[in-house]
Structures are given as C-alpha cells and as structure tokens.
C-alpha cells in the first residue's frame, strides 16, 4: 500500500494549502505522443504571451503567493523561486519549448496553462509511501542531473519517501528518487494551490485536478484516480 499523507506541521506555515492530483497505472509513456506534444506547445505560446500583460513571472497573480509562501517558510524567493515561477519565466522570454517526455511535457503544459505549480512522482519510487513534511537530521537528497546526494537541513518543507528528500521547498527543486521517465508505468501527479491562488481564482484546485485527470485519461488513455488533500483531510491511498 502507498499512502500519501501531509503533517500538520506544513498546514501551520501554509494556512488552507490544498493538494489535488491523480493516480494512473499501466502508462505508455515511451513514444512521442501529438496531443501532449500539441498541448505542450500552445500552453508555452500562451505563457509566452502574456509578457504582453505582465513586466515579470513574479507579478502574475498566482505566482506572487508562493514567493510570499516561500519567504514564510525560510525559503527566500529569489534564492528558491517555485516551479511555477521558474517555468513561467522561462517561457515569457521567448523561444522554443523544451521536451522531456509525453509524461512531463503534459503536466507542464497543465501548470503553464492555469498557472500553478504540477509535477509528479514515479510510484515505484516511494517504498515508504509519500509524505510531505519538514525536513529532519539524517534526511538527503539527490537533485536530477547530479551524482552525490546531499544532507538537508532540518527545517525545510519537502516530500519524502522515508529520509529521502523528493523536492527541496516543496516546489523548488527535485530528486533524482521517484522522478518520471521513459519507463514510469505507475504515477502520482500532483500540483499545490495556495488560499492566495484560490482567492486570485475561484475555482482553481478543481479546474487543476480536472486537468490532471484529463491528461491521464485523454492524452495517455488511463482511466485516472483523483485526489484531494486538504487540512481536513490529510492523507489518502494512492495505491492499495
């Protein structure tokens, strides 16, 4: 059984924090596939766009709450700015989109298109199940794309499988533990919508959790789990 489960301690510094997503098994996640590709593209153009209407990722309504989320949490924003406002970033300056995998290309497609952060986790990489919790003595960590895992310092909020550290600030930077790939058959994907996000935008964390879905279901043809993850509700199944 996998459980995910989010410790009070991280609802204390996130007053209202809500996670949805949804679980799928039995993926395809090989080849390239033209309605991620597609979906992938006009999200980018769309961000892209609006450097037309914003002087900068930060001044978006959706991105200003983490960067205040952040700074509440230890994590200077300029120093550890979120997923949403690095990718949003990236795009608003232009150029061609980049490509990873049917898998990631549609999750980031889902958070350029409403703004928020998305990402996901490769089941088979969780044997101590999920947890999203501050950091303790003994956790580590090893970022995509380097060789030698790090101690974390205490303190920090992230998810974990055990003491190993899967995002550093929940949304800044990922492990090399549980991340997708060509070969993910079994997948957990998931974006965080703050209250200040759902104040800017009622309505948001339902419109996420439909898109996550519909990205499973209609792009990847997997009949997808939704989830919701909330103060009041703090933890469920991912997989029996």
């Known amino acids: 059984m996998i459980r995910f489960t989010v410790l009070p301690e991280v609802f204390a510094v996130f007053p209202d924090l809500a996670i949805v997503g949804a679980?799928?098994?039995?993926l395809g996640n090989v080849s390239a596939n033209p309605i991620t590709t597609d979906r992938w593209h006009d999200a980018w153009r769309g961000a892209r766009d609006l450097a037309s209407t914003h002087a900068n990722a930060q001044s978006h309504s959706h991105v200003a709450p983490w960067r205040e989320a952040m700074r509440a949490a230890g994590a200077?924003?300029?120093?550890?700015?979120?997923?949403?406002?690095?990718?949003?970033?990236?795009?608003?300056?232009g150029g061609e989109p980049f490509t990873v995998s049917p898998l990631v290309d549609g999750y980031?497609?889902?958070?350029?298109?409403?703004?928020?952060?998305?990402?996901?986790?490769?089941?088979?990489?969780?044997?101590?199940?999920?947890?999203?919790?501050?950091?303790?003595?003994?956790?580590?960590?090893?970022?995509?794309?380097?060789?030698?895992?790090?101690?974390?310092?205490?303190?920090?909020?992230?998810?974990?499988?055990?003491?190993?550290?899967?995002t550093r600030h929940i949304v800044w930077r990922q492990s090399h533990q549980a991340a997708i790939t060509l070969e993910?058959?079994?997948?957990?994907?998931?974006?965080?919508?703050?209250?200040?996000?759902?104040?800017?935008?009622?309505?948001?964390?339902?419109?996420?959790?439909?898109?996550?879905?519909?990205?499973?279901?209609?792009?990847?043809?997997?009949?997808?789990?939704?989830?919701?993850?909330?103060?009041?509700?703090?933890?469920?199944?991912?997989?029996?």
């Open 108 to 166: 980031n497609a889902v958070s350029l298109d409403l703004v928020v952060p998305a990402g996901g986790f490769d089941l088979e990489g969780l044997p101590a199940g999920l947890t999203l919790r501050p950091t303790v003595a003994g956790d580590t960590f090893l970022a995509l794309g380097d060789d030698e895992a790090l101690d974390v310092p205490a303190g920090e909020f992230g998810y974990a499988t055990g003491s190993t550290v899967l």
């Open 76 to 93: 200077p924003p300029k120093q550890f700015p979120s997923s949403i406002e690095a990718i949003l970033r990236r795009a608003m300056k």
């Open 184 to 240: 993910t058959r079994s997948v957990v994907l998931l974006s965080e919508i703050l209250a200040g996000v759902e104040t800017a935008s009622p309505g948001i964390a339902a419109r996420v959790s439909e898109a996550l879905a519909g990205l499973l279901k209609d792009a990847l043809g997997r009949a997808a789990a939704p989830f919701r993850i909330d103060e009041a509700n703090p933890s469920t199944i991912l997989r029996p």
């Open 23 to 26: 679980v799928a098994t039995g």
